[in-house]
DNA sequence: CTCTGTGAAGGGATTCACAGCG
DNA sequence: CGCTGTGAATCCCTTCACAGAG
């Protein structure tokens, strides 16, 4: 892994929200934002929100801050959003469904475009707009569908497989709500959301040690 | 935030993971783990696993590594689940009906006791097993239950409030699955589960730099 | 030998502090 | 005076490297 020139993982989180804060206030009368305005609203520090901004290459103007517009096109350019962005979703459960739902209501940013399923019931049917297809024919869909982003919300036996089999269609970005470890090349970046790990963390350092929190800065 | 004697978030991560894997293991004939056993399993290095053992204060035996049944207890001892963990959920959309479903199979160490809406139509229904209040009873419902942890599954517009809530009602250890950026006191350890974020993140690692993985250790 | 335990070095991200500009 | 931009210091975590034990 070498992260060559890439901005820290939690710059990049900071950055979405810097986006979707200013995305809310485009239409609005400011014109300018501070530094310190994004910091407040997001509960950190002005000195975070100037690197950020920095590390993007934007340059904002001493005494009136950064002009909103300018920097909201700087941060879309930046994730290069011109076009939805394909999803597929692995397992039609809960957290499958949840997903789909969620994302019918905004197919602007991330477009849900097929999802799969081992259980015959389940294969060929719709779900909120989105057809669910055997896990089989996943290459097929993928060339039609070409998809960029793989959601795994299966147990997690069927995980490393499918992992593989997306990294073949020439996905390189997972999602992983199962519980496996995945093993993929070095060029996919997968990102584990384990709700029992989730859980362990906050109860950790919420409630056996009172005196810390990492949600203020 | 003072992090005294806490150990690192990354650390609390890695140590859930290291139960997962020895839980699964104490039943097998095997009684010893290596530190790169470990590691291979969870996709880290041996350093990384002698260092988080190191930091919980288990001491390992040169040449045979640990003792699995007795890293376990250490472990759960450190994790401090004698008993389950009292979980309540906010929102009884997608994501919240998920969470009660994955757990009502899973009832050892998190114990989802309530759930509350603000849809009439919602309150005083039973979904597996998990009864869904009004929000307005959370304090009464808190008193007779004590949960330890409450999850945000909202839509973003209710999330300050319930967190507030839920703090006054004593929970300092806050899942938040919307968009709202909470306020909380500084015991309060919020953790932020925010969906466009993460695939946002996935998508510029994965996909606009293919030289990059996080996966890999 | 092959393991663990750990001080020390290294690398990354955050914070400080201040120059420079309007 | 605000504010931003940014080198430098700091802090935290990871990695290295090796002593020590069996």
Same mark, same amino acid.
């Given at each position: 892994?070498?992260?060559?020139?890439?901005?820290?993982?939690?710059?990049?989180?900071?950055?979405?929200?810097?986006?979707?804060?200013?995305?809310?206030?485009?239409?609005?009368?400011?014109?300018?934002?501070?530094?310190?305005?994004?910091?407040?609203?997001?509960?950190?520090?002005?000195?975070?929100?100037?690197?950020?901004?920095?590390?993007?290459?934007?340059?904002?103007?001493?005494?009136?801050?950064?002009?909103?517009?300018?920097?909201?096109?700087?941060?879309?350019?930046?994730?290069?959003?011109?076009?939805?962005?394909?999803?597929?979703?692995?397992?039609?459960?809960?957290?499958?469904?949840?997903?789909?739902?969620?994302?019918?209501?905004?197919?602007?940013?991330?477009?849900?475009?097929?999802?799969?399923? &081992? +259980?015959?019931?389940?294969?060929?049917? $719709?779900? %909120?707009?989105?057809?669910?297809? !055997? #896990?089989?024919? /996943? =290459?097929?869909?993928?060339?039609?569908?070409?998809?960029?982003?793989?959601?795994?919300?299966?147990?997690? &036996? +069927?995980?490393?497989?499918?992992?593989? $089999?997306? %990294?073949?269609?020439?996905?390189? !970005? #997972?999602?992983? /709500? =199962?519980?496996?470890?995945?093993?993929?090349?070095?060029?996919?970046?997968?990102?584990?959301?384990?709700?029992?790990?989730?859980?362990?963390?906050?109860?950790?350092?919420?409630?056996?040690?009172?005196?810390?929190?990492?949600?203020?800065?």
């Amino acid at each position: 892994m070498k992260r060559n020139k890439l901005l820290p993982v939690k710059s990049i989180e900071r950055l979405c929200l810097y986006r979707r804060v200013l995305h809310s206030k485009a239409s609005g009368k400011k014109k300018f934002i501070f530094s310190h305005e994004l910091a407040s609203i997001l509960n950190t520090t002005s000195s975070v929100v100037r690197r950020d901004i920095m590390n993007i290459g934007y340059i904002g103007t001493p005494k009136s801050g950064y002009r909103i517009d300018e920097l909201l096109r700087c941060l879309n350019d930046f994730f290069n959003t011109s076009t939805a962005v394909n999803v597929v979703i692995f397992g039609l459960g809960n957290i499958g469904k949840a997903l789909i739902s969620y994302f019918s209501m905004r197919p602007q940013q991330f477009n849900i475009v097929a999802c799969f399923d &081992s +259980a015959p019931i389940k294969v060929g049917s $719709t779900f %909120e707009g989105c057809r669910c297809y !055997s #896990i089989k024919d /996943f =290459s097929k869909v993928a060339e039609q569908k070409v998809p960029q982003i793989g959601i795994i919300s299966t147990p997690a &036996s +069927a995980a490393q497989e499918i992992a593989e $089999t997306m %990294e073949s269609s020439g996905i390189h !970005s #997972i999602l992983n /709500f =199962s519980t496996a470890t995945l093993r993929t090349n070095e060029e996919t970046f997968v990102e584990n959301v384990d709700i029992n790990v989730l859980l362990e963390k906050i109860y950790y350092f919420g409630t056996l040690n009172k005196e810390v929190s990492a949600n203020c800065f």
